[in-house]
């Protein structure tokens, strides 16, 4: 929903209060500024009258003198003022991407699964950025150049209300054309930052695809569609080029046409020794016009600048405005799960009107590991992302230690349900910090214990550098089954009640699958685990299967169990399965 200027401007002057001094000092600033800058012309206006004309030499010195100690005054206030407008700035921009990003954190996933990775980076960093610039391009400069226009036309008329009116003529149609000018700046420049947005979302994906964009040898068509995309980001910018091509000569146009009739006028009264005009005035109403149609200018420049800003604003509070954060409203604090898990008749869509489970019924008991076996799309991590309330039922309860999980606080509930997905996500950072995810009470004596335990210690160290490694993007300086290994630690160093692996054992290589076994072998011992896997060989000693299709719970045993199932869905997947190894 678009919202007024004004409406958008007061709610990013509502982060100033926390600086309220400093904002007050601005202001000062810029009020002394003002009076600075506007009295170089009168005091020029006296030099001439008065010190060059009676050619007074001690007296030109002194007012010449104290011309410079004006100057001076006005130099500091603009230095105190620039640098206080933008220090200003940048806390207020420092507080809102802090905001921003904490509200980030906390959105459901469904959130993340509708919106582009590349709109919210772009939110993150230069929507906020362009926020900056409101206080240290924009509003301040603008309210600046306001009180200077009027101390300005204040003296004016002080010195030659003749001379003033011509000037005063001229200046309702440069009102105008700021006016219309400043409507169609506000309509370009949030096409501006939509298309920097489609930009930023458009090659983000493509390098995080590019493996795929070069496997299927799409870079002609990718460039294509990008050159595409990068023409409308240009087409933006030149709508925004050409209005202020059209602007400011027009602006330039009436401000040289305003001097030239002052000139004429005043020194026809001084040809013709009517004395309502001087040489000083004549002096005085060339600097003065300058900075009275000069801010003008100048403040549609700035307002450019601040709408770029107000727009920007908009689109950040359009997400901090949004209530789609998980609600966690429980009173428990989960500091030790026996892991009794309970789902009863739970009904839950990613999309509305289309389920993905349709009313499981499920019970596993303290300290067994049960596998959940099926076709992609039965449901299986469905079921992981409802027991971490990744995403909340549609309908029926899951109860964990027969309490339903929106009694527990969000953050307990989370730490004590460890997951290891198949595709680990791992940060530029050294193997240490993606372990415990730089929780400092964890100490490298801790973590190295955990990882002789659970087997993986050797692998580490073979590492250049240890623990110390950095694995760079995503881990891209490991081996996915490496990568798997250090997920695994990651879940045993946390010390969960609940364990979850999801693929986990899948795509890796021999020697690491012997190293998972054994690091699954300690996860799951005495706790609740869930495992589910495609490869039917990885769950055999589950002390339950659970085998599904299609949001449905279709069969339930032990391995041996359910391949006496005669055409039984589970002992068909495992026949195929092993038939097709045996042909391998």
């Not at 169609?184 to 939509?194: G, L, N, W």
């Not at 009275?292 to 920007?312: E, S, Y």
């Not at 009794?340 to 349709?358: A, C, P, R």
Request: aromatic share 10%; with cysteine; net charge neutral.
């Amino acid at each position: 929903m678009k919202q007024s200027t004004s409406t958008s401007l007061k709610k990013v002057l509502k982060y100033a209060k926390s600086y309220q001094n400093r904002f007050n000092w601005v202001i000062t600033f810029a009020i002394s500024l003002s009076i600075f800058a506007a009295a170089r012309p009168y005091m020029l206006k006296q030099t001439v009258d008065n010190y060059i004309q009676p050619q007074d030499k001690p007296g030109l010195l002194i007012y010449v003198a104290l011309m410079g100690i004006v100057l001076t005054l006005e130099v500091c206030s603009q230095y105190f003022f620039t640098y206080w407008a933008s220090w200003l700035g940048q806390d207020i921009v420092k507080d809102i991407r802090e905001e921003l990003f904490k509200k980030i954190l906390h959105f459901k996933m469904r959130y993340f699964d509708n919106e582009p990775v590349g709109k919210l980076v772009t939110r993150s960093v230069s929507d906020i950025e362009s926020i900056a610039s409101i206080f240290s391009q924009g509003l301040f400069m603008i309210i600046s150049d306001l009180l200077k226009m009027f101390v300005v036309f204040g003296i004016m008329l002080y010195m030659n209300w003749q001379l003033s009116l011509i000037v005063l003529i001229a200046m309702p149609i440069i009102f105008y054309a700021t006016r219309v000018f400043q409507m169609k700046m506000k309509t370009a420049f949030t096409e501006v930052r939509t298309q920097i947005s489609n930009l930023n979302t458009f090659v983000q994906e493509r390098l995080t695809g590019m493996k795929i964009v070069q496997l299927f040898t799409r870079e002609d068509i990718e460039y294509q569609k990008f050159v595409q995309i990068n023409q409308k980001h240009n087409d933006a910018w030149l709508k925004n080029i050409l209005l202020n091509s059209i602007f400011f000569p027009i602006a330039d146009i009436v401000s040289s046409l305003t001097l030239g009739f002052v000139i004429w006028y005043g020194g026809m009264s001084i040809v013709e020794g009517d004395h309502t005009t001087t040489f000083g005035d004549l002096f005085a109403y060339t600097m003065l016009i300058s900075m009275l149609f000069n801010p003008l200018r100048q403040i549609a420049d700035k307002f450019n600048v601040m709408q770029m800003g107000i727009v920007a604003a908009d689109r950040v509070f359009e997400i901090l405005e949004i209530d789609d954060s998980m609600p966690d409203n429980g009173k428990i604090e989960a500091a030790n799960f026996k892991g009794d898990i309970q789902l009863n008749k739970v009904h839950f869509s990613y999309i509305k009107g289309i389920e993905v489970l349709k009313g499981i019924d499920l019970h596993i008991t303290p300290g067994t590991t049960i596998a959940i076996v099926g076709s992609s799309g039965a449901g299986k991590s469905t079921i992981i992302n409802l027991l971490n309330r990744f995403y909340d039922i549609d309908k029926g309860s899951i109860k964990i230690d027969h309490k339903d999980i929106k009694e527990y606080t969000l953050g307990t509930l989370r730490k004590q349900v460890a997951v290891v997905l198949q595709d680990v996500f791992l940060f530029s950072d050294t193997i240490l910090n993606n372990i415990r995810l730089n929780n400092e009470s964890i100490s490298l004596e801790e973590v190295q214990k955990a990882a002789k335990e659970i087997g993986i210690d050797e692998f580490i160290n073979s590492l250049p550098m240890g623990y110390q490694h950095n694995v760079r993007e995503r881990g891209a300086m490991l081996s996915s089954g490496q990568r798997q290994l250090i997920a695994f630690l990651r879940a045993y160093i946390s010390n969960p009640s609940i364990l979850i692996l999801d693929e986990a054992t899948s795509s890796i290589d021999t020697h690491s699958e012997e190293l998972l076994q054994k690091a699954t072998a300690t996860l799951t011992k005495n706790r609740t685990s869930i495992i589910i896997a495609h490869r039917l060989a990885t769950v055999v000693n589950a002390d339950q299967i659970i085998v599904m299709d299609k949001g449905h719970i279709v069969e339930k045993g032990t391995h041996n169990e359910l391949l006496q199932i005669h055409q039984g869905y589970y002992k068909s997947l495992y026949d195929s399965q092993f038939s097709n190894n045996k042909d391998n």
